[in-house]
């Protein structure tokens, strides 16, 4: 990537990091262009759709979780270690007003760029869980792909009372209750 066209990556990126935080996943994608300084055809060039906006924006944020679930990998308690990172994820998941609606709908849709960022976490989740099953702690049913579907409703539960600061925790706790044998 030449010199000019990196830093228009970049002020892209820095721009949508802040448009989503301010407005949410469906921000404007001409006003992240405008804010970066360049035209929409160069956003696009870039990006070509705003789930390959989204992913490259929160490919730093799918890093931490990735490193997370490695770290955790060894826990000596196994179920914990599960909680713990599905707690990460509703954190994750919550960060931003819509990430929570379009991570669920990315699950489904593997054309989704979205999607390379569900696919990693969902193996990175796997490999918690199957040690979690292995240990007993977790019932033999419980499918990851569940796992995460319910971290992100309980995200979006959060995002529409946003006045209850613990409604995540309190969702997540419950939730996680049914899953121990």
């Not at 404007?28 to 924006?57: C, Q, W």
């Amino acid at each position: 990537m030449r010199a000019d066209a990196r830093r228009n990556h970049e002020r892209l990126l820095a721009e949508a990091r802040a448009a989503f935080a301010e407005h949410g996943t469906d921000a404007s994608l001409e006003d992240v262009a405008r804010r970066a300084g360049v035209g929409i055809g160069t956003l696009y060039r870039h990006f070509p759709s705003r789930d390959a906006l989204m992913n490259a924006v929160f490919q730093e944020a799918l890093a931490a979780l990735l490193q997370r679930s490695r770290e955790l990998a060894g826990a000596e308690e196994p179920c914990r270690a599960l909680v713990e990172w599905l707690r990460a994820l509703v954190t994750h998941a919550g960060e931003y007003r819509g990430l929570a609606r379009a991570l669920m709908s990315a699950s489904y849709d593997e054309t989704s760029a979205l999607s390379q960022c569900s696919v990693p976490l969902r193996a990175a989740g796997e490999r918690l869980l199957d040690r979690a099953r292995e240990a007993g702690t977790v019932r033999d049913d419980v499918s990851i792909g569940d796992l995460m579907q319910l971290t992100n409703a309980i995200a979006l539960a959060a995002e529409q009372s946003p006045e209850d600061e613990n409604l995540a925790d309190r969702l997540l706790t419950l939730t996680l209750r049914g899953l121990k044998r």
